[in-house]
């Protein structure tokens, strides 16, 4: 066949296709647009969440600004740069960037060196030597968008892979500060039972000196000291839990376990959720959360795997061609060799491939109907976690003053009934009962400002703060 009938066969071919194109292949070309609806009261209502149609966000605060706290900044920067979750992560987005790069590279030819020699002889004849010296090169051309959607499938599933590293940066970030915020917390509280343990242990020193003058009985020494034992005991506890959160810490810094670095509490403080939930929270803040935009993105994937499985109902379109030097002319053995060309066109219609493609098929648009219903799930998920975190923040705002107010009146009872068994007025066991309220108080106390930096930082991420 000449070179002239092959480029001939070629362009029918091709004509065919285009105008199978025109008739049949409408729509397999589409690109992804994000229609899934969700629910308008995404925050709720039961804690009368304003929803502003516009306005700032905390989380498009970087997490650099929202801590403020220099040896918190310093862990947090450690942790990214160590932490083998993310490392991980990272790998996994490098993986997807190659593997789009192979989809990208599909428009292209392939070309191959393939050698070939042969010894023959018949009939103790004289061996002939044959060989052939070719360039191979084979082509598909995405006539009805095959490569196209699987590259479009591709540079989603590399937006998956980013979304999913940012979704455990976001982490790791949220897990150092609350760590940190408990080391804080767990010293004021060790500060607290180390200053308690001082004052019971003169309260003790008292009760003994009035029972050694007959002015108190043995059993109230003997309470005094349980109660000072006690204290005792929890600063053994507060101490062990100290170390078991700096070793978490250390975890995610992948290093051996030791000491992490910290202020006093207080020191700096974090962003407060009154201004936001007063002034309204933006409802497409949401869009800034790496698992809703991963979910978009998987809805995505799932779009343009369902046009390449659409996509292979159609003729498939094959260009190939072999160019080389050869010394078998069709049995024929020449020497010196000649030129060798060959060109073929070759189309391929799916008939009846055993019920493969429409199976394919059925199973892409399933897909693509689960990830949308998970994609409103996590658009629901993501509003209930901010409604969470707004409710936390304003019970712990509550209580801070009811613990504020408790304390200052238990530090007062406990003065003057220690005053007031210092002369003999007073029993031990409301002495006792004055110092063991006045420490839960304190821890309490203690805890609930915990609980309320917590709050917040929940809030920060769940409105997708952290991946700036």
Same mark, same amino acid.
């Given at each position: ?11 029918? %071919? ?15 070309? &589409? ?31 970087? =997490? ?36 789009? !790069? ?42 009805? $968008? ?49 200053? !308690?343990?001082?004052? =019971? ?9 009035? =029972?050694?003058? $007959? ?6 020494? #003997? ?6 034992? @006690? +204290? ?8 062990? &839990? %100290? ?16 000491? %992490?670095?910290?202020?006093? =509490? ?38 343009? @795997? ?9 003729? &498939? ?8 030097? !050869? ?5 024929? +053995?020449?020497?010196? $060799? ?45 509003? #209930? ?23 200052? +009146? ?13 002369? $003999? ?30 709050? +917040?930082?929940?809030?920060? %991420?769940?409105?997708?703060?952290? !991946?700036?």
């Amino acid at each position: 066949m000449t070179k002239y009938q092959n480029m001939k066969i070629l362009k029918n %071919i091709l004509l065919v296709a285009l105008v199978s194109l025109m008739l049949t292949g409408c729509g397999i070309y &589409n690109k992804y647009e994000q229609k899934t609806e969700t629910p308008a009261d995404v925050f709720g209502t039961s804690n009368n969440i304003k929803t502003a149609s516009d306005g700032a966000s905390i989380a498009q605060v970087s =997490w650099r600004e929202f801590f403020t706290d220099p040896l918190l900044q310093q862990l947090i920067e450690q942790v990214l740069a160590s932490n083998t979750d993310l490392n991980s992560a990272r790998i996994a987005v490098e993986k997807s960037l190659a593997s789009l !790069t192979a989809a990208k590279m599909a428009y292209l030819p392939s070309l191959y060196f393939a050698p070939q020699g042969t010894l023959s002889s018949f009939d103790k004849s004289p061996v002939s030597k044959t060989y052939t010296l070719p360039l191979q090169l084979s082509m598909d051309i995405d006539v009805f $968008g095959s490569i196209t959607n699987q590259k479009r499938a591709a540079k989603a599933v590399v937006m998956q892979a980013q979304m999913q590293e940012e979704a455990v940066r976001t982490n790791l970030i949220s897990i150092t500060a609350q760590q940190y915020l408990m080391l804080q917390v767990l010293d004021l509280q060790l500060e607290i039972l180390t200053q !308690t343990d001082s004052l =019971w242990n003169k309260s003790l020193e008292t009760e003994q000196a009035l =029972w050694e003058n $007959g002015k108190a009985y043995s059993t109230a020494v #003997n309470q005094m000291e349980a109660s000072y034992l @006690n +204290v005792k005991t929890q600063i053994a506890d507060t101490r062990r &839990n %100290i170390i078991a959160v700096e070793n978490a810490i250390c975890k995610l810094l992948a290093v051996s376990p030791q000491h %992490i670095n910290r202020q006093k =509490w207080g020191t700096s403080t974090l962003h407060h959720a009154e201004a936001i939930i007063q002034t309204g929270i933006p409802a497409q803040m949401l869009e800034n959360r790496p698992d809703i935009r991963m979910a978009n993105h998987a809805m995505e994937e799932a779009f343009y @795997n369902t046009q390449a499985a659409r996509s292979a109902f159609y003729p &498939n379109i094959t260009l190939s061609g072999l160019l080389g030097w !050869t010394n078998d002319a069709g049995g024929i +053995v020449v020497n010196p $060799g000649k030129m060798l060309f060959n060109a073929v066109a070759q189309l391929t219609q799916p008939i009846f491939a055993r019920g493969k493609l429409i199976a394919n098929k059925k199973i892409a648009q399933l897909t693509e109907e689960d990830l949308q219903k998970k994609y409103v799930q996590t658009v629901i998920n993501a509003g #209930n976690e901010v409604n969470e975190a707004i409710a936390d923040c304003m019970t712990a705002r509550e209580k801070n003053g009811y613990y504020q107010r408790q304390v200052q +009146v238990l530090r007062e009872a406990y003065s003057g009934t220690h005053e007031l068994m210092d002369n $003999g007025k007073a029993s031990y066991l409301e002495v006792l009962t004055a110092q063991e309220s006045l420490l839960n108080a304190q821890l309490s106390e203690a805890m609930n400002m915990y609980d309320a930096a917590e709050a +917040v930082i929940a809030l920060y %991420i769940a409105l997708g703060g952290g !991946t700036k």
